[in-house]
């Protein structure tokens, strides 16, 4: 049973890197086609058209949606019952590797001393970067997350003093999008993680991406803020790629845990418009989900 699981999981994973790779999100897509008909303006709707275009040539060829196909991280839920656990690192990074010569991917795993590692795992681990959780049940979940250099370039982390409030919180925000201008590829997701350490805020600002465009917290009052620092971004101008028409940010996402009192982290991440990610489950008996 064991040797069939595997082989499932050799295919099934290296498909979602592929989905991820390769296949928009659909709510990304029906926000940007919802932008396409609401934007009046000759430039804006150029720059969405040709971006529309791209999303449909990647899916139907089957190629990277972007040249930059991104580092290449995995968010891992294994239930403490799934047959196989610790060889699910071993997996990823074969996985990595088939899918940059298969698909293919551009290498991007590059070490500081050897140069560029030609496969998209980094020599010394650590890249794939391994995001675990350990659950209950026997199903293991897993999201591919390739993320590009030019949005991650323009992450910004504050170290906020606890008593500039919400007011600071949200200067900060918009202050990290307003420096980002063009750098990244707009219109964004824009991920706020508040709370927690500095790597916690960043990696909570990370995973809120990951939320559907259009879902607010389920909070009342962050889903407020976050609606409000939605209308503040896009009322900087920047625009799709910078060129001043259309939206600037499709969304903005906030995750909030608790803080130590004398640090306000605030992590804010984002992804350009290619929000690249796809999510599997797979079952103990070797059946799968994608979802």
Same mark, same amino acid.
């Given at each position: 049973?064991?040797?069939?699981?595997?082989?499932?999981?050799?295919?099934?994973?290296?498909?979602?890197?592929?989905r991820a790779s390769t296949d928009a999100p659909e709510d990304m897509v029906s926000v940007l086609k919802s932008h396409f008909d609401m934007v009046k303006? +000759?430039?804006?709707?150029?720059? $969405?058209?040709?971006?529309?275009?791209?999303?449909?040539?990647?899916?139907?060829?089957?190629?990277?949606?972007?040249?930059?196909?991104?580092?290449?991280?995995?968010?891992?839920? #294994?239930?403490?019952?799934?047959?196989?656990?610790?060889?699910?690192?071993?997996?990823?990074?074969?996985?990595?590797?088939?899918? =940059?010569?298969?698909?293919?991917?551009?290498?991007?795993?590059?070490?500081?001393?050897?140069?560029?590692?030609?496969?998209?795992?980094?020599?010394?681990?650590?890249? +794939?970067?391994?995001?675990?959780?350990?659950?209950?049940?026997?199903?293991?979940?897993?999201?591919?997350?390739?993320?590009?250099?030019?949005?991650?370039?323009?992450?910004?982390?504050?170290?906020?003093?606890?008593?500039?409030?919400?007011?600071?919180?949200?200067?900060?925000?918009?202050?990290?999008?307003?420096?980002?201008?063009?750098?990244?590829?707009?219109?964004?997701?824009?991920? #706020?993680?508040?709370?927690?350490?500095?790597?916690?805020?960043? =990696?909570?600002?990370?995973?809120?991406?990951?939320?559907?465009?259009?879902?607010?917290? +389920?909070?009342?009052?962050?889903a407020k803020i976050e609606e409000e620092l939605l209308e503040a971004i896009n009322s900087l101008g920047i625009g799709v790629m910078g060129l001043g028409?259309?939206?600037?940010?499709?969304?903005?996402?906030?995750?909030?845990?608790?803080?130590? +009192?004398?640090? $306000?982290?605030?992590?804010?991440?984002?992804?350009?418009?290619?929000?690249?990610?796809?999510?599997?489950?797979?079952?103990?008996?070797?059946?799968?989900?994608?979802?």
């Open positions: 049973m064991s040797e069939t699981l595997r082989k499932t999981l050799e295919e099934v994973l290296f498909e979602v890197l592929r303006d +000759p430039i804006g709707q150029s720059q $969405l058209k040709a971006i529309l275009s791209d999303i449909e040539k990647a899916y139907n060829t089957k190629l990277p949606i972007c040249q930059d196909s991104g580092l290449i991280s995995f968010i891992v839920r #294994v239930g403490e019952d799934f047959p196989i656990k610790a060889e699910l690192k071993d997996i990823l990074i074969e996985v990595t590797k088939k899918a =940059t010569k298969e698909i293919p991917l551009r290498p991007n795993a590059v070490d500081l001393f050897k140069g560029n590692t030609k496969n998209n795992v980094g020599l010394r681990g650590h890249v +794939p970067w391994i995001y675990w959780d350990i659950t209950g049940g026997d199903t293991l979940e897993v999201i591919a997350l390739p993320k590009g250099g030019g949005s991650s370039n323009i992450a910004k982390l504050y170290m906020l003093n606890p008593g500039v409030g919400w007011e600071g919180i949200k200067k900060a925000v918009i202050d990290a999008v307003a420096e980002a201008g063009a750098k990244g590829c707009p219109p964004y997701v824009v991920g #706020v993680g508040i709370g927690g350490g500095e790597d916690m805020a960043m =990696t909570l600002g990370k995973f809120s991406l990951l939320r559907k465009i259009g879902e607010r917290h +389920p909070d009342p009052e962050i028409a259309g939206p600037t940010a499709l969304d903005v996402h906030i995750e909030l845990a608790a803080r130590h +009192p004398a640090s $306000l982290p605030v992590g804010v991440v984002f992804s350009c418009w290619a929000l690249r990610h796809a999510h599997v489950v797979v079952y103990s008996d070797g059946s799968y989900e994608f979802l």
